[in-house]
């Protein structure tokens, strides 16, 4: 969830802050390169200017994903193999494509239902911390 309101934000260094917990690390992994390479890729992932709230992408979600991948191969970085299966359920090819009109704005879509997701177990996690007598 995480990973998918960072990307709908538009903002490479959340994406990067998102990603990377689900990842696999060895001495090998060049953060530093990987960093760059997200920074260097949402320049073509989304249309300019990038504002919060107006995040309009100019590529397909399957390519921002490859790219994704292709990023952590060429730092050394093993992304989590549930993550894989996530990303290529969208890869084209795998299952009949949806069509998404051009004035939708997925990104909002997107960052509106993770934000409704995490505040829901917000309030599932405050509900169990209060005690019943506060309730």
């Keep these: 969830m995480n990973l998918t309101h960072a990307f709908s934000t538009g903002d490479p260094a959340a994406l990067y802050d998102a990603f990377l917990p689900i990842c696999q690390l060895d001495a090998e992994s060049d953060l530093r ?17 990038a504002i919060p709230g107006r995040v309009r992408l100019r590529v397909s979600v399957s390519r921002v994903f490859m ?16 993550v894989v299966r996530y990303i290529s359920r969208g890869v084209p090819g795998r299952r009949p494509r949806v069509r998404i009109a051009r004035d939708f704005d997925l990104a909002r879509a997107l960052r509106e239902v993770v934000e409704a997701c995490l ?5 599932r996690q405050l509900s169990r911390a209060v005690p019943r007598c506060w309730r």
């Design 67 to 82: 790219d994704l991948l292709a990023a952590c191969r060429e730092s050394g970085v093993v992304a989590d193999r549930a």
């Design 33 to 49: 390169r990987l960093r760059r390479s997200i920074e260097r890729l949402a320049r073509d992932w989304y249309a300019d200017p």
């Design 119 to 123: 505040a829901d177990d917000a309030r």
